[in-house]
């Protein structure tokens, strides 16, 4: 056991991140940094009712800046959430987002920041060839991130996923200057975070990590980065979500997060693109959708993967390292963190399958699975799934 106070340290890479326990004091010198003068802070109204978001205004207000406080973000946020941000962005003549909380309320600070001073929609720059090019990059408003789960990583990531309402569809909008001018990462804003939401937060950082890992492509930076992240999380993660005050795991949670957003800019994988539809069709949680179709995905892409998982079960020291190995701790690690096995278990019914197939195979994060997803093995993938039958 070492001590959290320890952890505290100041990163430059993926972009400046204030790491540690207390550094939210930061938070007006880190503003002023941005040259913000009058920002929005964005959150969720959960979040907005808890004393750190009472706190944050009350510092900023008391360094003299014109903060505001706009909330209307829900989980999995939607494309009226980010208008409604971007109408009080203008209203209140902001000139920059303080991003808070968990990945909702980033994601959607973020898109607000982006899209506010734009003259195109939102979802014109979904995640596609080069929609990111279409946008003015001048126009995009400093961003400060302040994550309080541990898990999508949004905080040092590129990208916002915004539900469009109007087809349903969890749409990636992506621009590099998304990415937070600065991060705020203190790991104390996230020992209030309960049991089940730091184990559903936690795998998704588990996620993100194994997909870009297994993404291929050249990209030894992200694979690196990616593994040590996994080690973190299988070391880590399981005192957070049974001890939730130890600040020394949250730390580490915290880290291994940022570290899987940043190995994902290598690409995703099956994981993800399932989860994107079944989070959008069924409002799941992002992070428990992600962990439940883990080793199913796993499975699927066996023949693609053996090598690599050679060498991560070595690194994460399992027993006979190897495909099973790895296999077989996710599936104990999962039980030990009390996640289900079955999408069933968790509300998914097979009366939107052709949907779910059609929209996993259009998903932006598909074509680096590494093995290609076609229409009748990714259906058969998304039944065992929701049968929690693993051959
Ligand atoms: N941008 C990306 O790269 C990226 C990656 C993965 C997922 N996502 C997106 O992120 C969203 C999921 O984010 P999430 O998993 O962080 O959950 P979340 O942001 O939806 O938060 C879940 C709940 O936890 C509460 N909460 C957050 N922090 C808390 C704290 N410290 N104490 C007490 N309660 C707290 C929130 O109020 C909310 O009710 C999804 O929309 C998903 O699509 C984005
Ligand atoms: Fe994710």
Redesign the pocket.
Same mark, same amino acid.
């Given at each position: 056991m070492g001590d959290a106070a320890d952890l505290k340290s100041n990163w430059n890479f993926p972009t400046q991140v204030l790491f540690g326990p207390g550094r939210i004091a930061s938070l007006p010198a880190g503003c002023r940094s941005l040259g913000m003068a009058r920002p929005l802070l964005v959150t969720?109204?959960? %979040?907005a009712a808890?004393p750190?978001i009472a706190e944050a205004l009350e510092l900023c207000r008391a360094d003299g800046l014109g903060v505001a406080l706009f909330s209307e973000v829900k989980?999995?946020?939607t494309g009226a959430n980010v208008e409604a941000g971007i109408a009080a962005f203008k209203a209140g003549g902001h000139d920059g987002v303080i991003a808070f909380?968990?990945?909702?309320? %980033?994601?959607a600070g973020k898109t607000i920041a982006f899209v506010a001073r734009q003259s195109r929609h939102w979802s014109e720059f979904e995640d596609r060839g080069t929609n990111w090019k279409l946008a003015d990059p001048e126009a995009i408003a400093p961003i400060l991130a302040v994550p309080?789960?541990a898990? =999508?990583?949004?905080e040092t990531?590129r990208?916002?996923?915004i539900l469009d309402e109007r087809d349903h569809i969890?749409k990636i909008v992506f621009h590099p200057k998304m990415l937070p001018g600065l991060v705020i990462s203190d790991p104390e804003? =996230?020992?209030?975070?309960?049991a089940k939401?730091t184990a559903?937060?936690g795998m998704?950082a588990l996620a993100?990590c194994l997909e870009a890992y297994c993404a291929p492509g050249f990209q030894p930076l992200c694979e690196g980065i990616a593994v040590e992240g996994m080690r973190l999380i299988k070391d880590w993660l399981p005192r957070a979500v049974h001890e939730g005050q130890d600040v020394e795991a949250r730390a580490y949670m915290l880290a291994a997060a940022s570290m899987g957003?940043t190995a994902?800019q290598k690409g995703l994988g099956a994981i993800h693109s399932l989860s994107?539809p079944v989070?959008a069709l069924y409002d799941t949680?992002?992070?428990l959708t992600n962990a439940v179709f883990m080793p199913y995905v796993l499975q699927f892409n066996r023949t693609a993967i053996e090598a690599k998982m050679q060498r991560l079960a070595a690194w994460l020291g399992l027993g006979t390292p190897g495909f099973p190995a790895f296999l077989d701790w996710v599936l104990r690690f999962r039980e030990e963190l009390g996640i289900p096995h079955s999408l069933a278990e968790i509300g998914v019914d097979d009366s939107r399958t052709d949907e779910i197939v059609a929209m996993a195979l259009d998903d932006p994060t598909a074509p680096t699975n590494p093995v290609p997803l076609e229409a009748a093995p990714v259906r058969r993938l998304f039944e065992d799934a929701l049968a929690g039958r693993l051959a």
């Open positions: 969720d109204p959960g %979040l808890l750190m989980g999995n946020p909380g968990g990945g909702s309320a %980033l994601d309080t789960t898990g =999508t990583g949004s990531g990208v916002g996923v969890k804003l =996230t020992v209030g975070l309960p939401l559903a937060t998704d993100h957003s994902f994107h989070g949680h992002h992070g």
